[in-house]
């Protein structure tokens, strides 16, 4: 005998990603996916975007790693509410955990939450969590090599941000070759080059989620 | 790790449809449709459901089978429709990057074989 299941596995996380984004919705909150290799700059991004946001958005976070909480201890610091999920072992976050994870934040008080994925360029792009935006962090050391190597991350997300381009002189990164490749896989995706250390780039982006935000806010009320 | 929480999911609707069917025998066999373009890899899913299995209450005895359908590049510029083993952003018989792809995403669980006799 047998029994015929027929259920898309990944349909039990987008079935939960819509229920977030609604969550989210409800509270007037814009979810943001925050992607990108492990190093690639993610955290120090936020805190200096964090910087730069101040008065423009009502920011939250939620971290994503697979030990510590210590991407949260330095979001916490800046005064942005926080909540660190470990994933313990996982290689991405799952729209279950984020579920958990904002029933500890006050969504009341937000208009956007960040949600900094795993440092991972494979399956986190696989995994809707209920965000309405999505960015991939790119850092020069990691080479242009990555786009092509790794395409289902940057034909899914709506902008790339080449991270670290102060140190571009030491490296063979290639902004062009990576913006060109980048475009292949996605024609419409933003790019932003910005150096997190130096703060280069950083208002421009931050103009960009801004308006992002605002949009939205636009078309939902 | 990645498939370890796939297998996970399996195993958790496969073991809820085996309880709701009522189902007398035993479970022999789950069929999965991996496509080639799912980003899961089917030897580290078979290695998973070796792990977890065991620990289940109706999969103990079954034998994973994984099928793995292949993607279809639909081209609109020269009308070749191609199958493609893997990530293309191209149409491989003419090279115009006006394609669609389809299919070659399924992750599913497709079907439970159960042996009646063992009742």
Known sequence: MQVVVAKEILKVNDTIAKENMEVFDRNGVYGINVLGSPGSGKTTLLEKLFVELDGKIRPGVIEGDLETSRDAERIDKLGVPVVQINTGGGCHLEANMVQQAITSLDLSALNTVFVENVGNLVCTSGYMLGERLRFVVLSTTEGDDKVSKYPPMFQRTQAMVINKVDLLEFTDFSVERAIEDARKLNPDIEVFTISARTGEGIPELAKWIVGKVQAWQGEAS | ?119
């Open chain 2, 1 to 119: 790790m990645h498939e370890l929480g796939i297998i996970e999911q399996i195993v958790q609707i496969a073991e809820e449809e085996v309880e709701k069917a009522d189902v007398q025998g035993t479970v022999t066999k789950l069929t999965l449709r991996v496509g080639k373009l799912s980003g899961a890899s089917p030897e580290a899913l078979n290695t998973a459901f070796e792990i977890i299995a065991p620990n289940t209450t109706h999969l103990r005895g079954a034998v994973l089978l994984i099928e793995e359908p292949s993607a279809i590049s639909l081209c609109h510029s020269c009308g070749a429709e191609t199958e493609v083993g893997g990530f293309v952003i191209e149409c491989p018989a003419c090279g115009s990057p006006d394609i669609t792809i389809t299919g070659g995403r399924d992750l599913q669980l497709a079907s439970i074989d159960v042996d009646d006799d063992t009742a």
